[in-house]
């Protein structure tokens, strides 16, 4: 079974650019995450889908967030325009039934740099 | 609102030493607890949770209700053991029945 795919695992930008994060989430995972960790702080949870639907968004920062999942599938998250302090590892997961203890996989993440 | 603390940044210890890494959560409501950990170049991935009450890779966690505690022990740490180890706090409640919360996570090195 393939796992939660990632991509680019690494960008680095300027900031005011935009930049757009992938997940892929594993085949039939209705359910997907978001999270990020910034330099020094804890994994913060950004926000949840079910399906194409947004479950939850509590946890995203500010409006220059805007995260989709077309269709059900592949999510993106795009930052526009980035600031220095959205520097961090952004993890993507994936679960069949919502919870963690239900094969809650997370991706290897996307570490952005923005200088 | 739920919180995760894990005090410690950085834990060493020789290799064949005991080894507790701390959690404390804050939580007024009936919690799942969790300890997921990432090797090098790994991603993250369940160590283990506090209802299966199982031993994964010789660590174990008591969720201790009174004090809010979740610690993660070994009895003899062994140096594939050096990852970054993080407690996290799961909660279903309203429209929030996902996601995680984190503490900041503890890196143990595990020397020879």
């Known amino acids: 079974e393939a796992g939660v795919t990632q991509f680019p695992s690494h960008s680095v930008i300027e900031k005011g650019q935009t930049v757009t994060l992938r997940c892929d989430p594993i085949s039939g995972h209705d359910n997907l995450y978001w999270y990020r960790r910034v330099m020094g702080k804890e994994i913060k949870f950004l926000l949840h889908f079910v399906k194409e639907s947004k479950q939850d968004e509590s946890g995203m920062p500010n409006n220059r967030f805007l995260a989709e999942r077309t269709g059900g599938t592949y999510s993106t998250l795009k930052v526009q325009p980035a600031e220095l302090e959205d520097s961090g590892v952004y993890f993507c997961?994936?679960?069949?039934?919502?919870?963690?203890?239900?094969?809650?996989?997370f991706g290897s993440g996307t570490r952005l740099t923005v200088v | 609102a739920q919180r995760v603390t894990q005090p410690e940044k950085l834990l060493s210890v020789f290799k064949g030493a005991p080894v507790e890494l701390k959690c404390n959560y804050s939580?007024?409501?009936?919690?799942?607890l969790f300890w997921y950990v990432q090797y090098s170049r790994q991603r993250l991935q369940l160590l283990l949770r506090h209802i299966s009450r199982e031993s994964i890779k010789g660590f174990t966690a008591d969720l201790n209700k009174g004090e809010t505690s979740f610690h993660l022990k070994k009895p003899f740490a062994q140096e594939e053991d050096s990852a970054m180890y993080y407690c996290a706090l799961y909660y279903a409640g309203g429209t929030s029945y996902g996601k995680l919360t984190f503490g900041q996570g503890t890196i143990l090195t595990v020397h020879p």
């Open positions: 997961a994936s679960s069949q039934v919502a919870g963690p203890g239900s094969g809650y996989t």
């Open positions: 939580y007024s409501g009936s919690p799942e």
